[in-house]
């Protein structure tokens, strides 16, 4: 499971949180302000630079835990050492290995603005429906700008014109070949399309 992932099985499992929030300065993934709990989530990739993370953050919450997904078993010893708890998660649900220890100190907390920025520029690129088109067409392949303009009605300078807006928040890279251009989704944008396509199931059942 990648982040974002994880970051959906722990938000349905904990009662209303606070997203992307900085404690002293730390930054948190997902903090729980009725329980003083801060969550980092990490893999396999990331698991080092977020054990880091945590250990700056311990003594700054109440309480801390590595949200978690793979082999759980090397993180035990370390996590308990620190002070903080360890959750297993995975599609199915989210499993308490290792129960964190409470601290009596008052947090600090405060919006990752940076990372609202962020959130609102790519809202404001997806702000029309032919460029959520462009991201559904290019979740199925590559495509050259003129077929991209083809399918979605438009001239190429005005297809170009939404790419470009998509390109500068990162859901989208471009190549050159043979005098044309190639678009594909980057990692963000595969990631950007799940939640759209998510949200579209949703309001489909409401």
Known sequence: MDESEILRVLRDWVSD?????LVDDVPVDLYDPEEGHAYLV????TV???LGRLTRLIGKVPKA???????TDELVDPLRR???????VSPEGV??????ETFDVDPDIRPMSGHHDELVAVLKALGDERRIAALEILGHSEECLCKL???LGENQP?????????????????????????????ERGERVLKVIRDLKDQLRRT
Not at 42 to 45: K, L, T
Not at 82 to 88: I, K, N, V
């Open 42 to 45: 990490a893999n396999e990739d």
């Open 48 to 50: 080092e630079k977020k």
């Open 158 to 186: 005005s297809t170009a014109y939404h790419l470009k807006k998509l390109l500068e928040v990162g859901l989208v890279t471009k190549r050159s070949e043979g005098g044309r251009t190639f678009y594909r989704l980057t």
């Open 82 to 88: 620190l002070g903080a708890g360890l959750l297993e």
């Open 65 to 71: 835990s590595i949200a978690y997904s793979g082999d």
């Open 95 to 100: 499993e308490v290995v290792l129960e964190p």
């Open 17 to 21: 949180p606070f997203e992307a929030v």
């Open 149 to 151: 303009a083809e399918i």
